[in-house]
Nanobody
Framework: QVQLVESGGGLVQAGGSLRLSCAAS????????LGWFRQAPGKEREFVAR????????YYADSVKGRFTISRDSAKNTVYLQMNSLKPEDTAVYYCAALVTVAPTTNPDLYHYWGQGTQVTVSS
């Protein structure tokens, strides 16, 4: 069992920055990857970024590439999402998720565990 708790969301002006955190407990060390997804009102949940737990390999959605950075602190069992140059279209609830087994990492349906989400609102 893996428990995920996100924090760091809030309201920011366009062009600003936020850093989200996802604290993992339980089977974190056996997770294949941790990912960030987001869901805006009326839209489907979409992939944002992911990092493999052991090797630290990262992958990003085209919409956030160059603006967002995912990282991990293995000692703290925590994954971060540094979000810079935020745009109003980044407004969404952001979720952290854990993928326990090797699988395509951009598909939210394949992730095993989810956090409760944290709201990010970017004003224009």
């Amino acid at each position: 069992q893996v428990q995920l708790v996100e924090s760091g969301g809030g309201l920011v002006q366009a062009g600003g920055s936020l850093r989200l955190s996802c604290a993992a407990s339980g089977r974190a060390f056996s997770a294949y990857a941790l990912g960030w997804f987001r869901q805006a009102p009326g839209k489907e949940r979409e992939f944002v970024a992911r990092i493999t737990w052991s090797g630290g390999s990262t992958y990003y959605a085209d919409s956030v590439k160059g603006r967002f950075t995912i990282s991990r602190d293995s000692a703290k069992n925590t994954v971060y999402l540094q979000m810079n140059s935020l745009k109003p279209e980044d407004t969404a609830v952001y979720y952290c998720a854990a993928l326990v087994t090797v699988a395509p990492t951009t598909n939210p349906d394949l992730y095993h565990y989810w956090g409760q989400g944290t709201q990010v609102t970017v004003s224009s």
